[in-house]
């Protein structure tokens, strides 16, 4: 009886992902060449279907395991390689042939890889001895102790586990699939990012592996290109246990002091999970001096909420260079940096960055004190845009931003409502309707005014207040947009109904705007029959206009819930 099993929780589980189609195009390649050559077309009978790259590799077992050992002899090393792989999974009575094959193949990457398939068939004592026949051997054979008998590695499976970080055997380790550079990166970074992934199961052996191999990044005896795998496997063992594995925090602490400007930027780019170490911290901030890293640095400070960031981030506000996403997440320090952000916008900025100082600062604490500098800032933005036929998208956005942070924190001071409604009621239908948006936060008080200037949009919508522009920045129709926002009104914007019917009927106007038009009539009416006409003859079309009259048909009339018994 054939006991031959393929091991495809290994594939999905512990080498490859879940519905993985291949793990890089020189794999692949490989696959379907030997598989075209033992005539294999389908995965393995009664296997699980797990993904593609899992059925094609399980599927070799349908030729039988003497015509994949036969294959052995394959002129095309690059066929032998993906060979070894697959037998790596193949569970069942040990052939011969692997092991002679395993000490007398010339391609050092093919016998690396059997040395792996070995690892299910035979004992530690020999693996450790397949140990002293050079940097390949010992790597295959390491690997087999560690995926298939950890609890038998030592310190010199350790040692010969850095191995994968270079030389012949990094090397042999880069051309098989667990390392292929779609999958895993280029060598070195592949063969160490596959290793450090089989090493996260065992934690104390990872430890043990990686304190090596940040002692040799750190003394310039590992490529600088494995730091970035480096770093981020201390900040999972040190995120694990920061007690145990603090020393690691430490190792890659002291990289961003190194002399290499590559290991610096490794060590900041990959600390994310290191910022409550006190040591990193203390790095990080003599790295804000570094021009290599101290923007990375800066962010992981402001992460950790580490204040003694504040001054650098208030430099970085006052020089124009700080993202919005940093600041978004500086909050905590709102307090202190409110004075930098209103100074900076004072000294009217570039529209882009006007605008990732308010996406910024959208939901700081606070902001009421800025919105003297942000109202003066959209007059000025209201302005230049108004002056241009076609107005730069940073000047629309930073506008759109503006209005949107006086909505929040400004319908309460006389200047900024004043500005809103001169931006609502001007030329550009774009950033009028994001202060009409702004302005429908004073709530019911403010509907006449709203539909006023929602219907003043509409009537000039047609065209687009300016030839060639109907839709904003990011393709939003102004008539669309418009019409949706009097539905939103509901019953409130009733002297609204006969503007909707028009642009509802009207045959030239675009099927978005119609469709906008019918569901806010419903919304308006409560009347189904003043909408479901023409979201019924849009949804079944393709598009935007038919992929929003059928949302809007749900919402209008909900399928019923199933019947039980």
Known sequence: MDTTRFDWEAVVHRDFDFDLDEPGRRSG????????????????????????????????????LPALLRRLDHPDAAVRRILAVALAYVDGPVPPELETRSRSEPDPP???????ALGRHVGAPYLRDRMADGPVDALGAALALLLHMPQEADGAVVEALTLCGGGE???????????????????????????ASWLH???????AWLALMLSRLAEGALDPAAARVLVEAAGRLYASDRERY????????????????????????????????????EALLRALDDPDVSGRALELLVHRGDPRCVPALARSIRHGDVPAFLLGRADVFAGRLWPDVRARLAEEPPPSETAALLAGTARWPGGEQAVPEVAATLERLHGRIASRPDPAFDELEAASAACGFLGRRGLHDDRALAVLRRVAAGADLETGLAAVHALMGLGEPADEEIVDLLLDVLARSPA????????????????????????????RARRAVPALRALRDAAGAAGTARVAAAEALWRVTGDTTEALPVLRAYASGQGDAAAHARYAIQRIEPPEPPRHG
């Open 29 to 64: 390649a490989a696959l379907d060449a030997l598989r075209a050559d033992l005539g294999v077309t389908g995965p393995e009978p009664g296997g699980i279907h797990v993904g593609d790259w899992a059925d094609r590799l399980g599927g070799l077992l349908t030729a039988g």
């Open 464 to 491: 687009g207040a300016r030839a060639g522009r109907a839709a904003g920045r990011r393709g939003w129709r102004f008539d669309s947009n418009a019409a949706a926002w009097l539905g939103r009104l509901g019953p």
């Open 201 to 207: 199961p065992t934690p104390a052996l990872c430890s």
């Open 110 to 116: 093919t016998r690396l890889g059997l040395l792996v």
């Open 246 to 281: 603090g020393a690691h925090a430490s190792a890659v602490a002291s990289l961003l002091g190194h002399h290499d400007p590559a290991l610096r930027r490794a060590a900041a780019a990959g600390g994310h999970q290191l910022t409550a170490h006190d040591g990193y911290a």
């Open 169 to 195: 055997a990094g090397a042999a380790l880069a051309e098989l699939a667990w390392s292929d550079p779609e999958w895993q990166g280029p060598p070195p970074a592949g063969p160490v990012d596959a290793v």
